[in-house]
């Protein structure tokens, strides 16, 4: 079966920019998540591929075939939104087969993938209900059912879990991996869910103000961010980041500057070092964040707000009037009491001063 394209994919709202320059390629049989804050393009990025907007500038490709000309109607794309219609008069069973009835299925064609439709997202008890019958939850998954019966050229789905509660996102998040494992067409899922991504994308695409700041597989985004942004944007809780100058890059040493405190770290690890005198950005994952560890300490931490996570404490503190969370085992710190919040070199994730992560020579020899 064919991928589906996106080269130089662009729209323009007057002179604002709400896409620019999209460019990847989701293969035959995998999920690309587009995952970003509201108002980055995700949603816009979608309904061009859709055919439900026009694009300013780029194409979009089914395979050798460039579509962006064509109506929606004539792409063939399945599509499900976050607000799901479901037909109040038929039954769960007629809603899920009516969009294959209207290309034309045979019966018995029909009635297998409904089998299997209904199997595989739990739905084989409710199929002679109505839609009012419905809890949210089930409602969701024959919305999901409906789009995914058919065999189109590509599956969309628009926020799918947003309207539900914390609990049946956790399930349905399974159910809808499961069906798209099944489906051998290219899938695009639009969401602002980082673990909606993180879990149910093959890769994800982190957008930012119209244009893609990193295409990855979940694990390389969330361990080899590439830049502050997506550091800051994957991972619960967020990622810390600590602002400071180089004061020192040699080959031995990288002194970091921030507000008075100076951090060394070994230079050796790193590809590149920043200039003297650049500014740089230090991240560590709040999971990183120790009561020792051999490498970086930042110096009388003062708690300012512990969260009880159960097993673990996520622990607030200002450090040289920066914000620092660390996710410790057990009961944390006090609030109100100062603490070395410790993290190892290699947990150190370093960004120069346009922001892009500063690779390491690991990577190099990985690649
Ligand atoms: P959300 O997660 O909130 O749905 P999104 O990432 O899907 O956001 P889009 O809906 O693609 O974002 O919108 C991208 C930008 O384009 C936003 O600033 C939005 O206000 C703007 N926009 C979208 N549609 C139009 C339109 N028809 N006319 C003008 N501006 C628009």
């Keep these: ?41 995700k949603t816009t990025t979608l309904r061009m591929i859709a ?58 064609e029909a009635a297998d993938r409904l089998g299997q439709i209904a199997d595989i997202l739990q739905l084989s008890e409710v199929l002679d209900r109505y839609p009012h019958q419905l809890s949210e939850g089930e409602k969701q998954r024959v919305a999901v059912g409906r789009c ?26 399974g159910s809808i991996r499961k069906v798209l494992a099944t489906l051998d067409r290219p899938t695009v899922i639009v ?5 909606e991504a993180m879990t149910m994308g093959d890769r994800i695409a982190v957008m930012r103000d119209g244009k893609v700041e990193q295409v990855g597989r979940p694990l390389d985004v969330f361990e080899r961010p590439a830049n502050t942004f997506v550091a800051g944007f994957i991972g619960t809780p967020q990622m810390n980041l600590i602002s400071g100058r180089c004061i020192a890059a040699n080959d031995r040493e990288l002194a970091i500057e921030t507000a ?36 970086i300490s930042l110096k009388s931490a003062k708690v300012f707000l512990c969260e009880n996570m159960g097993a673990e404490t996520l622990v607030h503190s200002d450090w040289a009037g920066q914000s620092i969370r660390a996710l410790l085992q057990g009961p944390g710190w006090p609030e109100g009491q100062a603490h070395d919040v ?18 390491r020579k690991s990577e190099q ?3």
């Design 260 to 295: 008075g405190h100076t951090i060394s770290v070994s230079s050796d690890p790193f590809q590149t070092l920043p200039p003297e005198g650049a500014e740089v950005t230090m991240g560590f994952r709040p999971r990183a964040a120790a009561r020792s560890a051999e490498g």
């Design 1 to 41: 079966m064919n991928e589906l394209k996106l080269s130089g994919l662009t729209k323009f709202f007057g002179d604002f920019a709400a896409v620019q320059d999209v460019d990847v390629t989701v293969q035959a049989d995998e999920v690309l998540c587009l995952l970003g804050p509201s108002g980055c393009g």
């Design 148 to 173: 995914v019966i058919r065999a189109p050229n590509a599956f969309l789905f628009d926020e799918p879990l947003s309207r539900l509660d914390a609990k049946l996102r956790d399930e349905m998040r």
């Design 342 to 359: 410790e993290v190892s070199e290699v947990a150190l994730t370093l960004f120069g001063p346009d922001g892009t992560r500063i690779r």
């Design 51 to 108: 055919g439900l907007e026009s694009a300013t500038k780029g194409c979009v490709f089914f395979g050798d075939r460039d579509v962006t000309a064509l109506p929606a109607r004539d792409r063939d794309v399945a599509m499900a939104f976050q607000f799901y219609a479901l037909y109040p008069d038929l039954t769960v069973g007629q809603n899920l087969v009516y969009p294959l009835q209207a290309e034309g299925a045979s019966p018995e």
């Design 191 to 195: 969401t602002h869910d980082q673990l």
């Design 365 to 367: 020899e990985a690649a």
